[in-house]
């Protein structure tokens, strides 16, 4: 009884020792003398001992930094560029079989990737349309990585660093565009003004009465105000009456001036003028004053 409880306890031992525990993100791709049997988990997993092994692979998704790359666009501009990749085994046989390292391998795929995209596109369209650069990059990755068992979940390019004469260049660039648009929207307000006020113009026009009420309502707008002078504006048209009785009256009238030469005629030799005389009596009154 003792010789059967040894080989009884060693084949106990033997068969403990040969199982596996697989968790729930797990699989254990399975190898028999050398040659692949399955892919097994999760769960417990029986391996044989000496005779099978096992790889173990995670399902779950990788977050993969790739490292600051130079990257020259196609507008010849010099940038840095970094970015994360996101990727998940998808089959496990392939991945162990197929590849040595898959998460090295699918980094430096990432690496060259990036350059040779990158270099293909303007440097406009990479920091305006980054979804687009991201969704080339994965497509890519996902069509290169498809025979290793690799899906490509996702690729973000985190941080574009600039040179500091292109960040200049490019903030002088925003600075013209706002200066444009505002001096647009102005320009735009201005004609939406003048043709608002020339409507109104026509409305006043076609009703003399309303731009007197107008004018009574900016006087009550005016006289609300704690001010001290008040200005009445008055058309010119109000004043011209006055400016045409003012005239009239400061020039003489033709009845007044044949009044005046009518003396001057009296006195004056026949055949000359008040006009042609005034110059005589001048000399004349001036004579006696050379004298003395």
């Known amino acids: 009884m003792e010789f059967l ?35 097994k988990g999760p769960g417990v997993a029986f391996i044989p001992l000496f005779l099978a092994r096992m790889k173990r692979v995670s399902l779950r998704v990788v977050a993969l930094d790739v490292p600051v ?9 010099s940038v840095k560029v970094n970015a994360v990749l996101y990727f998940r085994v998808a089959d496990p046989m392939l991945a162990i079989i197929e590849i040595q390292d898959y998460i090295y391998a699918t980094g430096q795929l990432a690496q060259t990737t990036l350059l040779s995209v990158l270099g293909q596109v303007e440097l406009d369209e990479l920091l305006q349309d980054r979804r687009k650069v991201n969704d080339l990059l994965r497509q890519i990755l996902d069509e290169r990585t498809d025979f290793w068992g690799i899906e490509i979940s996702a690729v ?38 003048s043709e608002t006020l ?33 200005i009445f504006p008055l058309p010119i048209e109000m004043l011209s009456g006055f400016f045409r009785k003012a005239s009239e009256a400061a020039a003489p009238s033709t009845e007044d001036a044949a009044s005046l030469s009518a003396p001057l005629e009296r006195i004056l030799p026949s055949g000359s003028s008040a006009s042609q005389a005034l110059p005589q009596i001048r000399l004349e009154t001036e004579r006696p004053e050379r004298g003395k």
């Open 5 to 39: 409880l040894i080989p009884l306890a060693a084949v106990a031992a033997y068969t403990l020792s040969s199982l596996r525990l697989l968790n729930q993100y797990e699989r254990g791709v399975t190898f028999f003398l050398g040659r692949y049997t399955e892919t």
């Open 69 to 77: 790359q130079d990257v020259i666009t196609r507008d010849n501009i």
């Open 156 to 193: 973000e390019i985190k941080d574009v660093l600039l040179p500091e004469g292109m960040r200049r260049a490019i903030a002088r660039q925003a600075e013209a565009e706002r200066e444009r648009r505002a001096k647009v929207i102005n320009a735009q307000g201005e004609l939406q003004a």
């Open 198 to 230: 020339a409507q109104a113009a026509k409305m006043l026009a076609t009703q003399p009465a309303s731009l007197q009420l107008r004018y009574l309502q900016t006087v009550t707008e005016i006289a609300a105000e704690n001010n001290s002078t008040t």
